[in-house]
Nanobody, 126 residues
Framework: QVQLVESGGGLVQTGGSLRLSCAAS????????MGWFRQAPGKEREFVAR????????YYADSVKGRFSISRDNAKNTLYLQMNNLKPEDTAVYYC???????????????????WGQGTQVTVSS
């Protein structure tokens, strides 16, 4: 089992940047592929990005491609999401999630993940 704690959210103006972190504890961090999801008020949770257990493969939602970058530091048991050129439509609670190995596919579906953090609020003002 792994415990996940997100941090780094906040209020930022349109065009600004934020870096989210997700600290993992418990089982060995590199046992997991990791993902970021977000949920805006009144909307379903949606996929943002995910990264393989070793960090060699990444996937992004079309809405964030070219603006967001997912990365991980297995030595520090930490996942990151660098968010640049933020837009008001990026406003949401952002969650990190872990998927046990073995796994296959893109892992775009939130139901495929085994563990979740509590979320961190990101608000982008216009």
């Amino acid at each position: 089992q792994v415990q996940l704690v997100e941090s780094g959210g906040g209020l930022v103006q349109t065009g600004g940047s934020l870096r989210l972190s997700c600290a993992a504890s418990g089982r060995t961090f590199d046992n997991y592929a990791m993902g970021w999801f977000r949920q805006a008020p009144g909307k379903e949770r949606e996929f943002v990005a995910r990264i393989s257990w070793i960090g060699s493969t990444t996937y992004y939602a079309d809405s964030v491609k070219g603006r967001f970058s997912i990365s991980r530091d297995n030595a520090k048991n930490t996942l990151y999401l660098q968010m640049n050129n933020l837009k008001p439509e990026d406003t949401a609670v952002y969650y990190c999630a872990a998927k046990n190995r073995p796994y296959a596919g893109t892992l775009y579906n939130s139901q495929e993940y085994d563990y979740w953090g509590q979320g961190t609020q990101v608000t982008v003002s216009s």
